[in-house]
DNA sequence: GCAAATTCATTTGTATACTAACAATAATTG
DNA sequence: CAATTATTGTTAGTATACAAATGAATTTGC
């Protein structure tokens, strides 16, 4: 089979760190290479996360931010529409699609708030509730195989520090 | 050495349940705690970074995925829409619209490739070979301040276990 | 040398994500 | 109490992201 072929194959690719500046050169990079900056990293790290998420959740399951939400509503509270959004950080534009969608395939239901009129309370419908278990499942799956790339230390070390980026 | 035992036993937290096995109640949260999954401390930790490199790059600043296109071209060479998608971390329909909104901007020009007509090369324009510098100093301050929180070795640990997810 | 497979770029559709502006409602404060 | 301020949710607009389908061009495999 013809795999893919990499940037690798087409690309003269720099390798590892060389110390040398290379000077001389008209175009002085600067010592600026994309692929070791955190933020290339993350974006890529995220980028293999979510298709992990897809696969494992499979075609009819919650986006990640879907099953975030689910998850805070499967405490059993009703929460806030913009609360919920804080919870699972998104803000009030994102968690209202978010909402919206997941209402769309009956698995959350949103009622008006007898305190406060501007409020919509969001919680689980049945079916919402029935799901829960399964995706707790997967989404330890999920996690498992994202991580299956480190070891127990390493994992543990790397929330902590991705934590701390917050 | 540490064998690359199965990571999914490791989810299991030793500090995060109180005790209360009996389960009286319905919920049965089953020790899943949305917080402390990779998924969403990475989620967290992009949109921090990407909050701080708009503060930096500025109103007319180019996107994380337009500097990494720039960036790339920076090197001098004409590269194939596609290919500079590979080398970005970017699928086709995903590097077509990145592209365009540069082009509209007048910082890349997209040529046809006289040897292979499927192809568009792409480059910088004289604009946007002039804002290279001037980027280039701004991406190093984007990634002093993601990584700000933590020490130098810290942030080599990240970056280390960041490039073994992908 | 030619049919089959692959690659390149595009288009369409769905789903985040954020900013900005807005109206309705609540809370605060002078 | 009245005026100001804050909060809640919504809408519109921009920009990733990826899947799937498509058409054109190029490689391949026999």
Known sequence: MSRQD???????????R???????????PMDYVLDEQVGFLMRR?????????????????????????MSKL????????????????MD??????????????GLVERLPDPDDQRRVRVR???????AIPGLLEKAKAITAAT???LSREEAE???ALLARLD
């Open 6 to 16: 990499s940037v690798a194959d087409t690309v003269t690719k720099p390798t590892a």
């Open 157 to 159: 070390r790397l929330l």
């Open 18 to 28: 060389q110390h040398k500046p290379s000077s001389a050169s008209t175009a002085a």
């Open 74 to 89: 499967s405490a059993g509270e009703e929460i806030s529409q913009n609360l919920l959004g804080r919870m699972t950080a």
């Open 45 to 69: 790290a995220q980028q293999r996360h979510i298709a992990i998420f897809q696969r494992i959740m499979g075609d009819n399951g919650p986006t990640p931010t879907q099953f975030a939400a």
């Open 92 to 105: 009030p534009a994102t968690i209202k699609g978010v909402i919206a969608r997941l209402e769309e395939r």
């Open 124 to 130: 689980l419908s049945a079916k919402g509730r029935e």
């Open 147 to 149: 991580l299956a790339p």
